[in-house]
Every structure is written in C-alpha cells, then in structure tokens.
C-alpha cells in the first residue's frame, strides 16, 4: 500500500496531532513514513501544512510531488485549496467547510464553497458541529481525521492504536474522548467516502 | 528491534546522545532547535550538559573547551549562526581539538524562517573540516558517533550539515548501541592551543597536509556511493536529501549512473569516474550549488547541468517536482492552482505585548517628521506586517541598535531601535555600549517577553538582568524605563516613549510582559 496525505490548516489549529496519530499508527503496522512539519515563524497564525507519506515500500522523498496527494485533510477550506496542485486525479479532499478569518482579504465563503464543488471528491463538513454534539470541541482535529479515515490507507482499528499511543501521556480520559471525536467523525461519513 | 518517529532533528539528538556527548550547546534557530530541545528533555540524557547559550559564538567557544579536557561535545545552530560562532569554528579547525566536536548547520533553502539561503558547506571549506549531509534521518542518527570518531581520529571539528526538510521531517528511526562518555584526557601537543603566529603557522600547515588524507578518507567513506546504470548519456550527483529526489522521480530504479554525496570533502575519484563515464552530468543538492561550482570551475564545463545554467532554479529548496523536470519528465498535476486563495502571513498572537507597544509606538512617532524604527529578529519583526507597519529594518541580530546609532550619527531623529530580550543578550549589548560611549541620540525598546518566543519559548539568557545590564554598559538609570505592555498603561508607556525619544541620549525602554504562548502553556501545566 502507499498513501500520500496532505495536511493543511492554520498555524494553531492541531494539524501535527492529525500527523502524529497516522504516523504512529502506521509505525504500528510496520510501514515505511515520513512526515514534514512546519515549525518556526509560519505557526504564528500562518498557513502551515504537513506532508505524510506512508508505504509498504521505501519512502524517497520527505515531499509529496504536485498532482501526487491521495487525500487533503484540511482543517480550514481554503487552506484545503491551497494545495490542490498536489492532489491526484483521483485523490480526495476531507475539509472542515469553518472559515478561519485572520486575514482582511480572506475570499467570500461563497466563492471556496463554488470551488471546492468544482472537484470530484470532496467531503466538505461542518466539524465543529460534529464534535460539540458528542461533547468533544476540544478534539475536533481528531473528528476531522474520523471523517477522513476511510482515505488514509489504514484500519480504524490501526488508527485508534495511534490515538491511544499519541494520546496516553496525558490520560486515560484524554485518550477516551479522542476515541470518541475519532468515531464520531468516521460516523459523519457513513459508509466512507464514496463519489 | 524497537522503533522510534522521529523528527531529523530528533534522530540528530539521540545519535549524539548515544554517541557519549557530554554536553550540547546551543542557541535557538528554526531548523535546529528540536536537537537541543530533545536532548534538555531525553531521560537517557540527564548527565549531558544541555543549557542554551547567550549565542552561537559563546556554544562553540563552551564546546571547544569541553573538547580541550577531552569529552565529547556538539553544538548547534541554523545557518545564520555559523556567521556569528564563524571566528571561533574557523580557529578552531586551526587549533584542531581533543574531544570529539561536532557543529550542526541547519540551512534553510526557501527561507521558511530565515532572512537569506545561505550554506554552511562553504563554512566547511573554508575551514578545511570534514562535513557530513544525512541523506535520511536513519542515517543522520547512524553518521552522529562516526562523526565524533572521525572527529576524534582527525583532531579537527566535524560540519554536519542538514536542511530544513531533513529537520523537520519524521521517520522511523532502528536505536543502536549506547556508547559511554569519554572520561577526561590531557590534550596532546598543548601549544596548539595557543595561536600565537609562529603556532598558528605550525598548525596550518599541519591542516594542509592532512587534506589528501580527508579525501581518501570520504572517497572511502560508506556514506558516500557510485551506483551504476545501464544509460550512460547522463550521470547524477546527487547530495544529501537531493538523492531522495531523485530516487523519487525513478520507482523502478534508475537507468543513469549516479554518485551520492553525504560526506565532504568532495570524493573525487568517485566525481572523476561518473564524469569520465557519462556524456553529460546533473548535479542536485538543496542549497547553494556547492558542488556544481566546483566541477564547473572558472572556465565552465559545459556538460554539466545545475542551478547555474538554468536545469534548476537558482534559489529556493530542491523539491521531487524540479528534480522530475531536470531529470527530463513531466509533472502530472490535474488541477490548477486556486484564483482565490490569498496569502496567510504570520502575525503576533492575540493579547501579545508586542502589539502593545507597537501601537504605542506607531502614535507617538507619528508626532515626528521622519522617524525611523530600526528592528530585530523575533516575533516583533511581524510588525512589519499591517496592521502595524511598525518597522523600518530587520538585518541580523542585534542590528537594530547599531544601525539606530549610525544613523543618528549622521543626523537621524527619532532613531528607535526594538529589540526582543533574548535578541538583545545575543548580539545586542556590545552595540548598546558602543552608544553609551557615544552618547548617541537613541530610544532603544527592550520589548522583553521572559523568554526566546520565536522559536518556541526556551529560556531566555538576560531574564530578569536586563535593568542591571544596561545600567552596567553605562546606560543613566533615570533613562531606563520599565512599564508593563497593557491596554490600561497605554498613556504611560506613549508619555514615556515621548520623553525618551526627546532625550539626547541613549535611552532603554523595557516594557516587560510574559509572552502568551509560554503563559498559556505555564497554566495549562498547573491545571
């Protein structure tokens, strides 16, 4: 197996534990990662993403290739755009529809929304919902990833061995509710992402 | 065998660790401050001497004298501060060492966090040291104890130079063995330290004629590799990460001979067969074309491709994408680049001190015809950024005090300098008292938020001196005004920006207030 996932958001937003639970996960199952992260001055409220990249195979470049993601996870919509010449003919965007506004020229919603349709596989959503109706705002990174599991290339038996590995230090009950956001996301797209 | 996800960096700290360190100094730098981070926080790492430094000089100069009784030592810092330890890394090749030393370069091609693209590989060269450019993270942790060895064996400091995609990217690292800290030893040959002319000149020629010997040693090296190919119409050198790429861009293997280049100085017999072989020859490396310079020369072969003829950019980051266009294939991008989607810069977090005394700032020189605002580099250099507008300069560290006085010097009033706390121990001091001895017409602003935020909150070296300081280099007492950065003391902090500005003299304004991020994280603890 081989995904490439590209994780997008602002600087702030929780996109390194997204990464942190796929990577652990993976390292689980024996797979080859890698996995850049933005650290330094763009975390300060700028755009920031991550490139993860797992395999059966060896892993050559740090970098995903334009035209080359199997899935956007993005945790902002227009960060979600940005990256779209990496995405594959066939590659999916999983994207919380919840403009973050920190800029005076941020695009009408309108016009992303207009956007994002003119995609082929997009799964667009309000994630924030999601996770206050099941009690866990404080996790609506890892409901995003819930909603995007089906696309990443791994089981959501693998992925909740990630959650609990990444999340353990700080407890039990950090550990339970992040469970619980991961389910609540995979249960928004029912019966994974279809066309 | 047990693995583990770790950053470049991460990898980098757990070699050094396990390669007997006894001490890491550093001061922070985006790509590079997760190594020293990782080895202040490595339970395998509580005998190791981890504080950061006041700069980058000060750890090279700690590091060498820990290497002069014999133990092992690593120093770190981004690019930009081998220009600031370079008088100390330099002599030091000179004077040659006893423990092993070992200085980390993180460059930063593309600029993700710094104001130039610089390559320390030059710095290598210079100093006639062996280098080292990890081509993975597994190997970045397997080169660091044959770096101290080799360090050791050659009694020179070893360059171990990464770039930012090595640094900030994850993988699975295989841990080897541990290997105990060297004990303290007597240097030999003790007048070597002494670079008095005539010893100076004894050393360097020693230096020189070691170089043949560092040449076999990396056409020897296991790091560095000829690889053969079926098609000999092209030949790829390929350096550090940049070997990746171009594996990338050939799944099923490639067809070309190539050579890779993770240890320097240049394997030339390696260079000298792949040149020989191949009609024409690609070189890749992220950063500054070192290499493709020195095969081209002055007179320029022209079989060769690189950033200097245009086969790749002349700036900016190699990437698996102009790897795939050098290489002669196609990119396969399906959708065009987004119309709408805007820039998203980074700016100072909500509730930040330094926006306070921007906005202080900004009314009380808008009273002046031509004030100018000299600054620094940290997280207030995004005053330059609307909506503040704030800052005329950001150069290097400690600049903005220095450049303030020479332009009041020439006539300039007001001549502002901001400068973070952390910026300000680091290079800022000296220039302060070049300004007191002249009694220069300048308001320096001393925005102090207890720590060294840019890079992620480490400890800051003047915390709670900085009054002492100034008042030592000179500075009267009654022209250093403390004031606490808020909304409430907004009238405080403008009238006593007003005054200063009109004194004639050097003044230090120190509004103090706990950066947010580090008081956010300081009570989320205590929860």
Known sequence: ?195 | MEKLLLLGDEAIALGAIRAGISGVYAYPGTPSTEITAYIQNSKEATSVYSNWCTNEKTAMEAALGMSYVGKRALVCMKHVGMNVCADAFINSAVSGINGGLVVLAADDPSMHSSQNEQDSRFYGKFAMVPMLEPSSQQEAYDMMNYAFELSEELRTPVLFRITTRMAHSRAAITLGESRPQNDMKPTDDPRRWVLLPAIARRRYNEVLGQQPGIIKISEESNFNLYRDGSDHSLGVIASGIAWNYFNEAFPEGSPYPAVKVSQYPLPKSLIAKLMKECDRVLVLEDGQPFIEEQLRGLLDDKNIDGRLNGKLPRAGELTPDNTRVALGFDINQHFEESKIVVQRPPSMCAGCGHRDVYESLNKIIAEYDNAKVFSDIGCYTLGALPPFNAIDSCIDMGASITMAKGASDAGQHPAVSVIGDSTFTHSGMTGLLDAVNTKSKITVILSDNLTTAMTGGQDSAGTYKFEAICQGLGVEPEHIRVVVPIAKNKEEIENILREEINYDGVSVVIPRRECIQTLKRSLKKKK
């Not at chain 1, 993976?26 to 650290?39: D, F, N, S």
């Not at chain 1, 066939?90 to 919603?109: H, K, L």
């Not at chain 1, 999601?130 to 909603?147: D, H, T």
Request: charged share 25%.
């Open chain 1, 1 to 195: 197996m081989k995904c490439d996932i590209i994780l997008s958001g602002v600087g702030g937003q929780g996109i390194l534990s997204i990464a942190a639970v796929i990577g652990e996960a993976a390292l689980a199952e024996g797979l080859e990662i890698k996995q850049t992260e933005v650290h330094g001055m763009s975390q300060r409220g700028g755009d920031v993403q991550s490139n993860l990249r797992i395999s059966s195979e060896k892993v050559d470049s740090d970098l995903i290739s334009l035209g080359g993601a199997d899935v956007i996870i993005s945790l902002e919509p227009m960060e979600a755009l940005r990256y779209i010449p990496y995405l594959g003919k066939d590659g999916w965007i999983v994207t919380s529809n919840a403009p973050f506004v920190n800029i005076t020229n941020y695009p009408e919603e309108e016009l992303l929304k207009e956007e994002l349709a003119t995609l082929p596989n997009v799964f667009s959503f309000d994630v924030e919902a999601i996770a206050r109706e099941a009690g866990v705002l404080r996790s609506v990174n890892i409901v995003l990833l819930g909603a995007a599991s089906s696309a990443v290339g791994l089981t959501a038996e693998a992925l909740e061995i990630g959650i609990k590995r990444v999340f353990s230090p700080k407890g039990d009950e950090i550990v339970d509710m992040n469970i619980k956001a991961f389910r609540a996301g995979a249960e928004a797209v029912k019966g994974g992402l279809k066309k």
